[in-house]
């Protein structure tokens, strides 16, 4: 990073503060976080100018920021301030000159823009570190791509549509379902617990999307149509009686892009239904996307997922292709 501002109301100016490395999850803050009086009001544009040493290149972008979404993110509503939820504004520099804003907390992040850079053609030394301005771009470059500890060793540049991809926006809610999986004709029914047996009753929802946003906030929020990234990982907690049963199931990148394309197309403001369907007794499960019009659901196959369900904390099932590390549910 050369020059990372953020401009306020108030004529207040915050530098984002330099890194020579960017690494970490896609919309998570970095150890390097900043605070400032100024941020009693939100930011209204961005400007920043960046080296980008496995492609060789450096960017420009000034642009202004979505007022209305950060606004929303950090008002205060009363009994209870968003700025319990939100705390950072964290900025993600991809390749290609995508830039991302959220409005990040613990529980929850929300994505305020996505943004292109533009190239900036001609480079000066005058633009590199006061101790390296004698040297020439190429070495810069090489240095923390080769040199660095190894620390940038084999990396090579991902397709350019990718971060586009992972950026994109769709309407969608969760809509869990206990039903009962009748083998006998392949369908789901209704379904029919014995007397003994209590109704299954789904405590709560979570999810992290390719966007880099999240949200734990377990306030059913999720299952109220809104716009989001595709999903990435899911969590879902039920009781039956006084059984705990808590599912984790990741997404296959590719497979749930695609699945995404094909559904939607070009229409990604249409209202659809993610359909998660839990047959709590013969461990069947079933992913399937919903719209109005379609005579039933659209199956998402199993290979577009893994899955893994503990009841009172013990393994219950994991899906034939799961090869996720011990652990990696905790997120």
């Known amino acids: ?50 080296l980008s040493s496995n492609e060789q290149k450096s ?20 009994n209870e301030s968003n700025d319990s939820i939100f705390q950072h504004i964290v900025v993600g520099i991809a390749p290609y000159g995508g830039v991302a804003v959220w409005a990040n907390g613990f529980k929850k992040s929300v994505l305020v823009d996505w943004l292109h850079a533009e190239e900036v053609q001609e480079v000066t030394n005058e633009l590199l570190p006061m101790d390296r301005q004698e040297e020439a771009l190429e070495d810069y470059y090489d240095y923390y791509l080769t040199e660095d500890d190894g620390y940038y060793d084999d990396i090579s540049l991902p397709p350019r549509y990718l971060f586009d991809r992972y950026m994109q926006q769709f309407c969608y809610r969760y809509l869990p379902m206990f039903q009962q999986w009748d083998e006998e004709n392949e369908q789901w029914i209704q379904l029919e617990p014995d007397d003994e047996t209590p109704l299954p009753e789904l405590d709560y929802i979570q999810d992290a999307l390719f966007d880099g946003t999240h949200d734990k906030l377990h306030d059913d929020g999720l299952m109220i149509y809104h716009m989001a990234g595709k999903p990435k990982k899911l969590a879902l907690q039920w009781h039956v009686g006084k059984k705990d049963y808590t599912a984790h199931v990741w997404m296959e990148n590719e497979e749930i892009c695609t699945v995404f394309d094909r559904f939607y197309g070009n229409h990604r403001d249409t209202k659809v239904d993610f359909i998660i369907r839990i047959d709590p007794y013969k461990k069947k499960y079933q992913l399937a996307l919903y719209r109005y019009g379609l005579k039933k659901p659209v199956t998402i196959s199993e290979d577009a997922y893994q899955m893994i369900v503990f009841k009172d904390l013990f393994e219950y099932y994991r899906s034939d292709n799961y090869d996720q590390p011990d652990g990696a549910w905790d997120w």
Not at 5 to 32: A, C, K, R
Not at 36 to 43: I, K, N, T
Not at 59 to 76: A, D, N, P, V, W
């Open 1 to 50: 990073m050369i020059i990372g501002l953020l401009y306020f109301g108030h004529q207040d100016v915050l530098e984002i503060p330099n890194s020579q490395t960017f690494d970490g999850e896609w919309g998570t803050p970095m150890v390097i976080n900043i605070t400032a009086d100024c941020f009693r009001s939100v930011p209204i544009l961005i400007h920043l100018l960046w």
């Open 59 to 78: 960017y420009l972008i000034t642009k202004e920021l979505s007022l209305g979404t950060l606004h929303r993110c950090f008002k205060s509503d009363g």
